[in-house]
């Protein structure tokens, strides 16, 4: 009786919040819902003229779209995998940010190949890819490890929804105040889960079992992604640590990711309870080991380049270190040093200053991808013979930053409606915590 009531006060103390649209709310979906209709007038526009709209030329075929791509993969792999950690060794952490990890995990999943799609200039043959697929391409086995680590992140996602979904079915029997769509809602999705011990315990294992498959899938699939990359002569690309050294960029921009979604949780639906100090302390301290890590993979992809003197790598470093240097520097000096002098400062070690690391750390690392597309494809083998400036250098267009923009706001706007439907934190997670505790307690005054 007393867990029951337990669950009806974590109820009532979230539930509030779900169905909460305040000014500010609905001022921000407002937003998003016109930033995303922009997107949609700009789509029209990219595909009515071509791919001229944008400023993708023959010898720079990839540019933002593709960035953004790697960004959001990026970030949904490292959500998986830390995700898939948290709930393998069982830390007290992942009550609190669990959920914000695993909604991260399959929103950027689902929009980062959307990017794929507007790079494509011919969607009416989109379906080779898959009725002929060829298995030498890279490119093959990336769709393979995207859509097997998309399904697999969105059957996880869903397995760990289950014990609130019946939570809140369970609440809204008692509560005749919620509406009958969310009733029903909520029956359906709880499949008859009743929280009987039988039934935890197979969750339990279910959620162990997958969170070790999701890890791997999250290096295999990155590691695939890096694949397209080095795996291609262009300088620049043609690097052995790719694999590696994309893993630790995805991990590290992901952490910033998870600090900036945590701050912003904690501020809106007030869970300084639930997300405290002691949180972001210790994501910053993350942020510290994969922001030297990076730093070191920068530093080992870039040095050789300029030590072999291959003619090819010593354009495309002249041109970093030209056209591109105060960017190039914020990207791998300022994104990393800022963190890291952020942390080991005690007195700068505050909420809002750890936070402030978290968006340096973000967009040094959509720079850094920004750096690994463009400068390599404006440094081609063969000289262009057009000089024309349009087509020697790449510059985005409204429309690429239009959809860029687009994709954005949809992960803001999906992130924010989900909340609505579900509790912020693992209310199931928290009883089954306590329940534990109060076990291991009787067995000790025993």
Not at 106 to 121: A, H, K, N, R, Y
Not at 170 to 184: I, L, V
Not at 291 to 305: A, D, I, K, N, R
Not at 411 to 427: A, E, R, Y
Request: charged share 15%.
């Amino acid at each position: 009786m007393d867990l029951i009531n337990r669950k009806n006060e974590l109820v009532g103390e979230f539930y509030p919040q779900m169905i909460r649209f305040s000014s500010r709310t609905k001022i921000w979906i407002g937003v998003l819902i016109l930033i995303i209709l922009a997107g949609f007038y700009a789509l029209y526009f990219q595909i009515s003229r071509g791919h001229e709209a944008t400023g993708m030329r023959n010898n720079v075929v990839w540019g933002v779209y593709i960035v953004n791509f790697i960004f959001f993969v990026t970030i949904s792999y490292s959500g998986a995998f830390i995700s898939g950690v948290l709930h393998f060794y069982e830390t007290p952490w992942k009550n609190s940010l669990s959920r914000i990890l695993e909604i991260i995990t399959v929103l950027s999943l689902i929009i980062g190949p959307v990017f794929i799609l507007l790079c494509i200039g011919r969607l009416d043959r989109l379906h080779y890819l898959f009725l002929y697929p060829r298995i030498q391409s890279p490119i093959t086995w990336d769709i393979i490890a995207i859509m097997t680590d998309l399904i697999g992140c969105f059957v996880y996602l869903y397995i760990t929804f289950i014990p609130d979904l019946a939570i809140l079915r369970d609440y809204s029997q008692a509560n005749d105040t919620m509406p009958e769509w969310r009733k029903k809602l909520y029956k359906l999705l709880s499949i008859g889960y009743k929280d009987t011990e039988e039934q935890r315990n197979l969750l339990e294992k279910t959620k162990r079992r997958m969170s070790t498959m999701i890890i791997a899938l999250a290096i295999v699939a990155y590691t695939v992604l890096a694949w397209i990359f080095s795996l291609t002569l262009q300088p620049g690309w043609n690097s052995t640590i790719f694999a590696p050294y994309f893993i630790i960029a995805g991990l590290y921009s992901g952490v910033g990711l998870i600090i900036i979604c945590m701050y912003i949780v904690r501020k809106y639906y007030k869970l300084e309870s639930y997300i405290n100090k002691n949180h972001f302390i210790g994501a910053g301290v993350l942020l510290i080991i994969l922001g030297v890590l990076f730093g070191y993979f920068t530093f080992s992809q870039y040095f050789p380049m300029w030590f072999s003197s291959k003619i090819n790598d010593i354009d495309l470093l002249n041109k970093l270190f030209s056209l591109y240097f105060w960017q190039f520097i914020g990207a791998n000096y300022i994104g990393v040093l800022v963190p890291i002098l952020i942390i080991l400062f005690k007195k700068l070690r505050t909420i809002n200053f750890i936070t402030f690391g978290g968006v340096v750390a973000v967009l040094a690392l959509w720079l850094n991808r920004y750096f690994i597309v463009v400068p390599t494809l404006e440094t081609p083998y063969i000289p262009i013979q057009d000089t024309r400036q349009a087509y020697l250098f790449y510059y985005a267009t409204w429309v690429e930053w239009a959809l860029t923009l687009a994709g954005f706001a949809t992960f803001c706007l999906l992130f924010t409606l989900i909340l609505k439907l579900v509790p912020v934190v693992h209310i199931s997670d928290i009883i089954n915590f306590e329940r534990k505790k109060k076990k291991s307690l009787d067995l000790a005054t025993d």
